[in-house]
C-alpha cells in the first residue's frame, strides 16, 4: 500500500500516461475507453508483477 501512496502524487507517472498510452489507441475509437482499458491493463499487470515476486520470495525465518 505504500507504494501505491507514494506513485499517485508523482508526477513521472502521469507524464508516462500522458507520454506513451496515447500513440497505442486506434484511430475512431473512444479515447476515454481506450485510455481507461489501457490504463487498467497497465495496473492489472503491475499487481500480477507484484504478486509473482511475493510468491517468489523465500519464506520468512
Do not use: D, E, I
Not at 501505491?4 to 507524464?15: D, E, F, R, T, Y
Not at 481506450?34 to 499487481?47: K, N, S
Amino acid at each position: 500500500m505504500h507504494g501505491q501512496a507514494a506513485a499517485v502524487p508523482n508526477p513521472k507517472v502521469g507524464a508516462f500516461y500522458v507520454a506513451v498510452l496515447p500513440q497505442f489507441v486506434p484511430a475512431g475509437s473512444s479515447h476515454l475507453a481506450m485510455g481507461f482499458l489501457l490504463a487498467g491493463t497497465y495496473v492489472v499487470l503491475g499487481m500480477f508483477w507484484s504478486a509473482v515476486l511475493v510468491g517468489l520470495r523465500p519464506p520468512a525465518a
